[in-house]
């Protein structure tokens, strides 16, 4: 079973900071998604990574898949009130069957204060 | 277009009672992904369906539960008898094929009493 390790769990910063969250495995991933999720709502897709030392950018929000393909980090420049969520990690595996699916990490819980 | 639609969003009940929760996939997504959602293991795959069959049901605790898609836009999860521990988000999700982003629905809270 492959495991998803995001770090940190809980993270409460000040409006205007920036932030780094971590997303690790022992695993090797063919992609690597980004999700972020509200209170009452589900999970809604970010970003898909596939290339190794991949690094995508969506306004604030940069993303990199690591050059083996085990881990990713997001970071947030400048963080704002409305930045603040559950962001998830899931990754794709591919084994002799095809592909097993997603497998997603526990989440970084992230409140930025105004 | 309308995204991945779950009923009820809210579902209050007592221990022993029998529980559906249901799930429209969006159109033209071959694969459907029941999930369960608590702060001690966060978000667990229960279930996966391709094409209406259910592919991988490793993720289902145990024999209360049961999942079933009699067509391509409709499934429900059933739990009977419920239990206490049972309660959780329970989140549906569609998607294009099985490592394609997944949409996912707005979840149903579940609490036994």
């Known amino acids: 079973t492959q495991l998803l390790e995001q770090s940190p769990q809980f993270l409460s910063i000040q409006e205007g900071e920036n932030l780094t969250v971590y997303c690790n495995s022992s695993s090797v991933f063919s992609s690597l998604q980004w999700y972020r999720q509200e209170p009452g709502e589900g999970p809604v897709l970010l970003v898909t990574v596939v290339t190794g030392g991949e690094v995508k950018k969506l306004k604030r929000l940069t993303f990199q898949f690591g050059d083996a393909r085990k881990d990713s980090s997001l970071h947030i420049t400048a963080a704002q009130p409305g930045d603040t969520g559950l962001y998830l990690c899931?990754?794709?595996?591919?084994?002799?069957?095809?592909?097993?699916?997603?497998?997603f990490g526990k989440g970084t819980h992230l409140i930025i204060q105004p | 277009d309308a995204g991945v639609i779950q009923s009820p969003r809210h579902e209050v009940t007592e221990m022993g009672q029998e529980v559906t929760l249901r799930c429209k996939p969006i159109?033209?997504?071959?694969?459907l992904f029941w999930y369960r959602q608590t702060m001690m293991r966060g978000l667990e795959l229960l279930i996966y369906?391709?094409?209406?069959?259910?592919?991988?049901d490793s993720g289902m605790p145990e024999d209360r539960f049961s999942a079933k898609m009699p067509n391509a836009s409709f499934s429900t999860l059933k739990i009977q008898p419920s239990e206490p521990r049972d309660s959780a988000v329970y989140f549906c999700?569609?998607?294009?094929?099985?490592?394609?982003?997944?949409?996912f629905g707005d979840g149903t809270r579940l609490s036994i009493l």
């Open positions: 159109s033209g997504h071959d694969y």
């Open positions: 369906f391709n094409n209406n069959v259910p592919i991988d």
């Open positions: 899931a990754g794709v595996v591919y084994s002799g069957g095809g592909a097993d699916g997603l497998t």
């Open positions: 999700a569609s998607s294009v094929t099985v490592n394609q982003p997944q949409h």
